[in-house]
Nanobody, 115 residues
Framework: QVQLVESGGGLVQAGGSLRLSCTAS??????MGWYRQAPGKQRELVAT???????NHADSVKGRFAISRDNAKNTVFLQMNSLKPEDTAVYYC???????????WGQGTQVTVSS
C-alpha cells in the first residue's frame, strides 16, 4: 500500500521560512514533487525532483524555494524562504511510481503566510 505522509506546514509571517517534508512508502518512486492549491485556484506545480536529483522549480518560487530529496529514506523536502502572502495554499506532495504510470498524492499540508 502506497502512503505519502507530509509534515511541516504552519503559519508564518511574510519573509519567514518553513520546511515541508514528505515520506513515501510502498513502491519505488521516480519523480517526486510539490504542488499547491490556493482557495479558488487550480492546483499548480511548485517543484519536482527526479531520482537522479534533477530539479525543476516554478518561476514564481525560483530563488526562494528549494526542493531536495533523500533517496535512502524516500523523503522529499521543500525549503521555503522569503515567504510571501501569495504563497498561502495547501501544499501537496506528489510521487510517481518509477516503473509504472501510477501517480500518488499526500493529504496536503496548510501553509499560511501573514502580511
Amino acid at each position: 500500500q502506497v502512503q505519502l505522509v507530509e509534515s511541516g506546514g504552519g503559519l508564518v509571517q511574510a519573509g519567514g521560512s518553513l520546511r515541508l517534508s514528505c515520506t513515501a512508502s510502498g513502491t519505488i518512486f521516480g519523480i517526486m514533487g510539490w504542488y499547491r492549491q490556493a482557495p479558488g485556484k487550480q492546483r499548480e506545480l511548485v517543484a519536482t525532483i527526479t531520482s537522479s536529483l534533477r530539479t525543476n522549480h516554478a518561476d514564481s518560487v525560483k530563488g526562494r524555494f528549494a526542493i531536495s530529496r533523500d533517496n535512502a529514506k524516500n523523503t522529499v523536502f521543500l525549503q521555503m524562504n522569503s515567504l510571501k502572502p501569495e504563497d498561502t495554499a495547501v501544499y501537496y506532495c506528489n510521487a510517481q511510481a518509477r516503473f509504472a504510470t501510477d501517480n500518488y498524492w499526500g493529504q496536503g499540508t496548510q501553509v499560511t503566510v501573514s502580511s
